[in-house]
């Protein structure tokens, strides 16, 4: 969506709002030992607090209020009362609502407790790159750029990216146009980001794999080649 008013903005910064804080009450909670089920289960009663509802279970029927994916899951981790947590497990918690007609969508990884396989350093080029990208991002410039800088920067690091999971545009529904901004440059993409847009940007930053291919869950995903995955 473009915002066009002041009800508008209020009402995603409210959406948005809630969702930051329930991810990062949920990152707080989290634990070794706790089972991923645990924790949605607290994500979904501090959305309900906001009075704001599960985006996954609106739009998908999503077998969870979020999304928690561990280690080599890239993204779509259904929780679990089996999925215990271990110390330096790399985690990803994913989560997006709906709040009086608003939709707001927002993740990122963390390491459980003390980093004993070094996924540290993944996780700040993750983040790092968001940033650079979301600087870069105005009214004009090319969505085939942004997705040009977020691999280029990945690259540098040592990194690949994910290029059939993308960012969105969102507002009104869950996912909008633009329907995809992905982290590489897709030269058939010639739209451009618009004034006042809404968008959710996703940089998926990989150490191995450039594809995530679906579990026989339906949900979950992992990387084609293996290894370990950020997404911010």
Not at 5 to 10: D, R, S, V
Not at 152 to 158: D, F, P, Q
């Amino acid at each position: 969506m473009s915002i066009t008013n002041e009800a508008e903005l209020t009402g995603m910064q409210k959406a948005s709002e809630a969702v930051a804080q329930t991810l990062k009450e949920m990152r707080s909670y989290a634990e070794p030992c706790m089972t991923t089920k645990q924790i949605d289960n607290y994500g979904a009663k501090i959305l309900a607090d906001f009075g704001a509802k599960s985006a996954p279970l609106l739009t998908y029927r999503f077998p969870g209020c979020t999304c928690i994916s561990v280690n080599n899951e890239v993204c779509h981790g259904i929780p679990s009362e089996k999925r215990i947590l271990k110390e330096g497990d790399l985690v990803n918690i994913d989560v997006s609502a709906e709040l009086n007609g608003f939709w707001s969508d927002n993740g990122g990884s963390f390491v459980l407790g003390e980093d004993v396989h070094g996924h540290q350093k993944l996780i700040d080029a993750s983040k790092e790159i968001l940033h650079k990208a979301i600087f870069h991002i105005k009214a004009g410039v090319r969505i085939s750029d942004i997705g040009h800088l977020i691999e280029t920067e990945a690259k540098n690091r040592g990194y690949k990216v994910i290029k059939n999971l993308a960012g969105h545009g969102i507002g009104k529904s869950l996912h909008e146009e633009p329907s995809e901004i992905a982290n590489y440059r897709d030269r058939y993409n010639l739209t451009r980001f618009k004034k006042n847009g809404v968008v959710a940007i996703e940089t998926f930053i990989s150490t191995a794999s450039t594809y995530a291919e679906t579990l026989k869950d339906g949900w979950t995903m992992v990387g084609n080649k293996g290894g370990f995955c950020s997404s911010t």
